[in-house]
């Protein structure tokens, strides 16, 4: 007979969202305890976050733990080709705080796009890659960091999946045992940008420029805090907890202007399926819906989210809508590299702005970086290595 954990029963508290009190108990399951239970229970082996950790508050209270350091970077596949500078930003940040990392060579996709986007694969294969990517974590020696909101998001469901269905686990387990690897899942789930926040304070002690003259809009990823809501990381102080704290805090915490708009809880246009069915579609979203408010009721001098599709959407989408003289133009980055960029960070050398369709220039001279200084740096590197002088671009001789 197959043995399925107990359902505990619940009351949902009394109270709205904005009368929300931290001994309140939230209106879902703890996962870590489920998680427990089923270790004990010897179906798995969970993977302790390291100390030291941040706690940080999730929507309903409960306390996420957020590693310092000996973090294993779960990179995404769109950042890596279409935004290098996203993680060089991440890794850059790590390096100046001094933390231990591991980028690894070894690490798959997490092939979440057949899952959203085409459904051309099944619940094991796509939990199987998860957990081996989580197990060569725990081989590594270190703690996995998402990087993508789509990875994120979908190992959050496959977590739900795994813990509920006592079939999938077996048929996960078959596949970790010819693979010759332990199962193991993590005790949290953690995106990168969630370790941005935690870091903001000590982020900003190194921040090397004055920010308090640019203003920014956020776009919060939906696969971060739509998709189970539940883990998602908000503060009473921003927003009175009714948006998520990532990115705004981070601003904050940087001395710059978080500018508010209409259509902030809409999506960036990307989605999954329709970014390449219809993909016209999505770009008039991602213009209309998103960069023209922004526009139109804050004009900002840049827009700041954490995930690769929504970075590249807002971006890449204004270029076309240039062309139709949309009222359009905003620069759009990530939190790390913004936060690179404040420390102190080559613009392109490290944070690679030139991969980037809209102009940063206006951006970065509001921000007291000299532009025309950094490009000329980044073409010696270019020149040297089409020389045959240097394998690749060099952030230690950016920073030297």
């Known amino acids: 007979m197959q043995q399925t954990l107990a359902k505990k029963e619940f009351t949902p508290p009394q109270v709205s969202s904005r009368e929300f009190k931290r001994d309140n108990l939230p209106p879902t399951d703890d996962y870590r305890e489920q998680l427990f239970e089923l ?14 950790y941040v706690e940080l508050e999730t929507k309903y209270g409960r306390k996420k733990k957020i590693p310092h350091q000996m973090t294993w970077h779960h990179k995404s596949c769109g950042q890596c080709g ?14 100046k705080l001094g933390f231990e990392y591991h980028d690894p060579r070894d690490q798959t996709s997490c092939t979440a796009w057949n ?6 694969s099944n619940s094991a294969a796509q939990a199987g890659i998860a957990v081996r990517n989580f197990s060569q974590a725990k081989i590594d020696g270190y703690f996995p960091v998402i990087h993508c909101g789509t990875s994120y998001g979908h190992y959050k469901e496959t977590r739900e999946q795994l813990l ?3 079939v999938l686990r077996r048929q996960v387990r078959k596949i970790m045992d010819r693979l010759k690897m332990p199962f193991v899942f993590p005790e949290e789930i953690v995106h990168y940008s969630e370790w941005v926040h935690a870091m903001r304070d000590r982020i900003a002690e190194l921040q090397v420029l004055d920010l308090s003259k640019v203003t920014v809009t956020v776009h919060p990823a939906c696969h971060y805090h739509k998709l189970v809501v539940e883990d998602a990381v908000y503060d009473r102080d921003l927003f009175d907890g009714q948006r998520t704290a990532i990115i705004s805090g981070l601003v904050d915490a940087l001395g710059a202007k978080v500018g508010d708009y209409s259509t902030w809880h809409d999506c960036c246009g990307f989605g999954f399926r329709h970014i390449l069915v219809s993909r016209d579609f999505s770009r008039s979203f991602a213009t209309t819906r998103k960069i023209e408010r922004m526009k139109e009721e ?18 890449k989408s204004q270029f076309a809508a240039q062309a139709h003289k949309k009222n359009v133009g905003i620069p759009v980055m990530s939190d790390a590299q913004f936060a690179a960029l404040a420390m102190g960070a080559h613009p392109y050398i490290v944070c690679q702005l030139h991969w980037h369709g809209v102009d940063m220039k206006p951006l970065l001279e509001k921000m007291g970086i000299d532009h025309k200084k950094a490009w000329e740096e980044f073409e010696v590197q270019a020149e040297r290595i089409k020389a045959g002088e240097i394998e690749y671009i060099s952030w230690k001789e950016a920073d030297a």
């Open 39 to 52: 270790e004990k229970a010897g179906e798995l082996e969970v993977q302790r976050v390291p100390e030291p």
């Open 82 to 95: 279409h935004i290098p500078g996203y993680s060089t930003s991440i890794f850059w940040i790590n390096r």
């Open 115 to 120: 899952y959203y986007a085409s459904s051309t």
């Open 164 to 166: 509920h269905y006592p």
């Open 298 to 315: 804050v004009n900002p001098d840049v827009t700041l989210t954490h995930d690769t599709g929504c970075v590249t959407t807002l971006d």
